[in-house]
């Protein structure tokens, strides 16, 4: 390790131990730092659903180092499968057998997020240099040439040598250096975790399962060697929504859905509790590096979640960070800066292909068939060359070339 980090021997400062921030610690151990994570929480965790994972995510979790921790807790997939939740009609199937692992030298997963930030934590505490301080909430920032000072709710102030701000959506580090708006959605998303026994036998495919009917969709997949399935449905509000979680009511989720089919339909009938999440995205931004202080993550990318791709972008985010310092011999203020130079157009295009993908999932009328029509005979090689730039990424090429 060089320069200023071993001179002050001063860590470098996480706020937000999610996905995000414990990818973000395990890349710093990685280049030689001592990290200290704040985390807002009273434990360090996540919260029940699944996710999905492409290529890229294990590309990160090797570059990482917990690539048979994550991989020893997947699903593998066998396809993607898109219906039409009003007629059943299969709008689009993938194959993410062989030919899709051969092509992307990685595989299709889906997985609890809670497994996901397992082993991400595991990764985290076996190199005995990441400090958690739980219920601890950053509320102001100030730098000066060589350091950073966070304080807390408690007015505790935290000395590092850099700050990497990985506290999701709402970003308290974006919002003191940033500070613009949300763009509230007005999509509602539901998600529950059930039991493979509660589970529909005729809907338990090995398969990222998607049914896009007109304002709404429902997703489904096995977690955990298929002995629980991730259900999720989204759907356009009646109400003026406002960005947060609350706990769902069986009566509003069954309260949408009218005209779909009674295959998909099923789906909302199964969960004994739902969360609701009102979702919300932010306008992408050139700018994340403030000196010595950078973003990660949600926070610094927040998207809707119909790429699939949000933790996958918070893992590479902390992958690339990590190379950003390796090729800058630990120098924060240059390596923050090729960092955000080889993120913001890749995290970029993925809000704005998730908004296109949100409005393509939730056609009606003539959209809808023109929708249906899209991917008609396409072959899996020509699918796996429209998704090159998004799998195809990784530690060999995750950097901006100037
Ligand atoms: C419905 C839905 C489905 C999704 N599906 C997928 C998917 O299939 N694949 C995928 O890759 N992604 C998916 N995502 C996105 C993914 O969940 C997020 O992108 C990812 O969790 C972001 O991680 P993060 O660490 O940046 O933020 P978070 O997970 O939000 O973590 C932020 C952490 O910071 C803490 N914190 C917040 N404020 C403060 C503060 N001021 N001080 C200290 N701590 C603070 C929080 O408590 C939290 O622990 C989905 C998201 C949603 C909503």
Redesign the pocket.
């Known amino acids: 390790m060089t320069n200023q980090a071993s001179q002050q021997n001063l860590p470098v400062l996480v706020?937000?131990?999610?996905?995000?921030?414990?990818?973000a610690a395990l890349a710093l151990v990685n280049r030689g730092f001592k990290v200290k994570v704040?985390?807002?929480?009273p434990e360090?965790?996540?919260i029940g659903?699944?996710?999905?994972?492409?290529p890229n995510?294990f590309h990160a979790f090797d570059a990482l180092g917990i690539g048979d921790k994550a991989r020893a807790r997947a699903v593998y997939t066998d396809y993607m499968v898109m219906h039409d939740a009003i007629d059943e009609y299969q709008v689009g199937k993938i194959p993410t057998d062989e030919a899709f692992i051969k092509r992307f030298g990685n595989p299709y997963a889906?997985i609890h997020?809670a497994d996901v930030?397992l082993s991400l934590l595991e990764g985290a505490q076996e190199t005995g240099r990441v400090e958690f301080l739980t219920s601890?909430?950053?509320?102001r920032i100030e730098q000066d040439e060589h350091s950073v000072t966070v304080f807390?709710q408690h007015g505790n102030a935290h000395k590092g040598v850099a700050l990497i701000g990985?506290?999701?959506?709402?970003?308290?580090?974006r919002e003191q250096f940033v500070g613009d708006p949300a763009r509230v959605t007005g999509h509602v998303?539901y998600?529950a975790v059930v039991d493979k026994e509660d589970f529909p036998e005729d809907l338990r495919w090995n398969a990222?399962s998607i049914w896009v009917g007109p304002n709404c969709h429902l997703v489904h997949y096995p977690l955990r060697g298929g002995e629980q399935y991730n259900v999720?449905v989204?759907f356009h509000s009646r109400e003026q929504e406002e960005w947060g979680v609350t706990e769902g009511s069986k009566e509003e989720v069954q309260s949408y859905f009218q005209g779909i089919c009674p295959k998909a339909r099923q789906l909302i009938e199964l969960p004994k509790s739902w969360k609701r999440?009102a979702?919300a995205d932010r306008e992408p931004i050139g700018q994340w590096t403030f000196g010595r202080v950078t973003l990660?993550?949600?926070?610094?990318h927040?998207?809707?979640?119909y790429?699939?791709?949000?933790?996958?972008?918070?893992?590479e985010?902390a992958v690339t960070l990590g190379e950003a310092l390796r090729v800058n011999d630990n120098d924060f203020v240059k390596a923050f800066d090729l960092y955000q130079r080889s993120r913001v157009a890749r995290t970029a295009r993925i809000v704005l292909s998730s908004r296109e993908m949100g409005r393509i999932y939730h056609a009606k009328g003539v959209e809808r068939l023109v929708r249906n029509d899209l991917w008609r005979g396409r072959t899996p090689e020509r699918f796996y060359d429209a998704m090159e730039w998004l799998y195809g990424w990784n530690v060999t090429n995750c950097l901006a070339r100037d």
């Open positions: 706020a937000g131990g999610g996905i995000g921030g414990l990818a704040l985390e807002q929480a360090i965790g996540e659903a699944g996710i999905q994972l492409g995510a889906v997020r930030h601890t909430r950053v509320v807390d990985a506290d999701g959506v709402k970003s308290v580090v998303v998600r990222a999720v989204t999440w979702t990660l993550g949600d926070a610094a927040p998207t809707t979640q790429m699939a791709q949000g933790a996958c972008m918070a893992m985010d």
